[in-house]
Every structure is written in C-alpha cells, then in structure tokens.
C-alpha cells in the first residue's frame, strides 16, 4: 500500500485537518527515525469520548516519563477528539450519533537531525486520526479467541504508551503466524500482558491482574474492569500471576480500547476452562455495554 492508496479517513497533523492519504510528516521527525514519541487511543461512542479523563491522565504520565511537554491541555485535546468524530460521521455519511470510533493520538518530540539525545527548544509533532471502532461480531464474540503465549522480551517501561512499539509488533506477530489473535507474555514465569492488551485471570470466581507496575501498560481497562467487578461484587485482585495459575484458569480475558473486554478460550492450541467464555466474561461484557450507555 502506498500513501496515496491509504483511505480517506480524517486526520489532523500540526493544527491542519486532513486525510491519511495526504498527510506528511518530516523525514527527520523523532518518531519515524526513533520512534520517539507517545500515544492513545480513545474509543467514542456515538459521540461521547469513553473514560476520556482517564486517557488524558496517562498521556501525561507517557509525556512526564518522555521528559516531553504535553502541547495541548484536556481542553484542546478534547476539542480535537470531538472535531474527528464529526469529521469522521460526515466521511462514513452517517449521523454521530450512529457511529462507533477509535480516535489515535500521537505526540512525537518533533524534527531535529538525528542525536539520540534530546534536541532542546523542538516543537512537538501532534497527529491524530479516526477510524471505525472494529466491534467484534457476535459469533466471534460467543466462541471467543485463540491466543499464543511467548516470552516478554520487551523493555523495563512497558507502563509508557510508548510509540516504540517493535517488542509489540515481533510479539504479535507470533500469534499472527498461528491464525490466532493475540500473544500473551510472560515475563521470568509471572504473567505481563498481551502485544496490545491487558490480560486477565478468572479462577475460582476471583478475576486476578498483574499488578500496576513498569512491566505492564495500566490500559484504561484496568480501572474500567475493577469498577465493574465491585459493582457486580466479583472480586478484583491484583498480583503476579505464574504462567501455571494462567494455564489452569477457568478463563482468561483479555481488555483494550477496542477489544474492549473478550474471552481468550483457547492457548496454544489447547481450551480454557470448558473452551467458551465464561460467566465472568458474561457479566463484565455486559457491564461494560452498560458502562458505555451511561458513563462516558
Ligand atoms: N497493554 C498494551 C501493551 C497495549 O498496547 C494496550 C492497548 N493500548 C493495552 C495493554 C490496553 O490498554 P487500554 O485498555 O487503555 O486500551
């Protein structure tokens, strides 16, 4: 593919709006030649950024951890998410309010000639686009997805929503090699997460995570999850948790912005629990559907 045949889709560059198939950035910007930069990726549904709070906060911290100055404040950002959305209800034809969306945000440190270290007095180069949230089909959804595991050979920072993504994208492909759907890792026996997800364990009606730590982006879900596990009175721990405690687990979820919560029900080739989501992804998919009419 090459830009040129890149779709349509609205997209913002530098305080331009624009289209992928024409937007352009400098040779020599940060992020292509380093991947030096963060992002974020915000759902909105039918008009209402979801837990946009949230999403601002940790790209502050992605930005405080980057030593980089965050050029726009929640206003601004705000504002850009919302222009999208409506650019991207106009593009799809459609009335905002029927629309689903991922809105990509992206600060990079700017355009400097290439030196690892820091360049001082640069501008940062800001992006975002939009495209249609991929809501997974109900069959899809009732079978529930296949998984490989691997080891974590990412860095020590996994908590920056870094676009440093490489460790990722090797990851992920390893699932993708075997037709499955994600790579979940593990890192000196104890569980991280997947190449662009949380996971989770369910044994004994407990859900249990990998604690809040440098070893695992803290996705949005993960406060999404525990509210949702308090309110169904599901309990919610966090912890390391061996690669033994996964194999052996009534059910493993995986969590993102887009995945939003999903039942993985088949590792390496074998079944989770009985093979089919459980009753714990049935309760938090149906509070997240809830969560998402209700409370932006
Ligand atoms: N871990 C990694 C490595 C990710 O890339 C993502 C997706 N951004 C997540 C976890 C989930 O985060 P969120 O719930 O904020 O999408």
Not at 74 to 103: F, H, I, N, P
Not at 189 to 210: A, C, H, R, T
Request: proline residues 5%; hydrophobic residues 40%; charged residues 25%.
């Amino acid at each position: 593919m090459t830009a040129s045949s890149l779709p349509d889709l609205p997209c913002h560059l530098n305080g331009e709006f624009g289209t992928l198939a024409t937007a352009k950035v400098s040779v020599m910007d940060r992020g292509f030649i380093f991947g030096d930069g963060v992002y974020e990726v915000v759902p909105v549904y039918a008009g209402r950024p979801f837990r946009f709070e949230e999403h601002m906060a940790r790209l502050d911290r992605s930005c405080a951890e980057m030593r980089m100055a965050n050029p726009k404040d929640r206003a601004g950002w705000r504002q850009l998410v919302a222009q999208l959305a409506e650019a991207y209800a106009q593009y799809a034809g459609k009335a905002l309010e029927d629309t689903s969306q991922m809105v990509y945000l992206q600060l990079t440190r700017g355009v400097a000639m290439r030196d690892h270290a820091m360049p001082p007095g640069i501008e940062p180069t800001v992006f975002a686009f939009v495209n249609r949230l991929y809501i997974y089909p109900a069959e899809e959804r009732a079978q529930g997805v296949a998984c490989v595991t691997a080891d974590d050979f990412r860095w020590k920072k996994a908590h920056i929503k870094s676009t440093s993504l490489a460790g990722a994208v090797l990851a992920r492909q390893l699932s993708a090699d075997e037709g499955a759907n994600e790579t979940i890792m593990f890192r000196d026996g104890f569980l991280s997460e997947g190449s662009s997800s949380n996971v989770w364990v369910v044994k004994d009606g407990v859900v249990l995570g990998p604690p809040r730590d440098n070893l695992v982006l803290q996705g949005i879900r993960y406060g999404v999850l525990e509210e949702l596990c308090r309110l169904a009175g599901v309990p919610f721990e966090l912890r390391r948790v061996s690669r033994d405690e996964v194999l052996a687990a009534d059910e493993v979820l995986l969590s993102s912005a887009t995945k939003e919560v999903i039942a993985c029900t088949r590792l390496d080739g074998r079944p989770v629990g009985n093979g089919r989501p459980g009753p714990i992804y049935e309760q938090l998919f149906n509070g997240y559907q809830q969560a998402k009419r209700i409370s932006p």
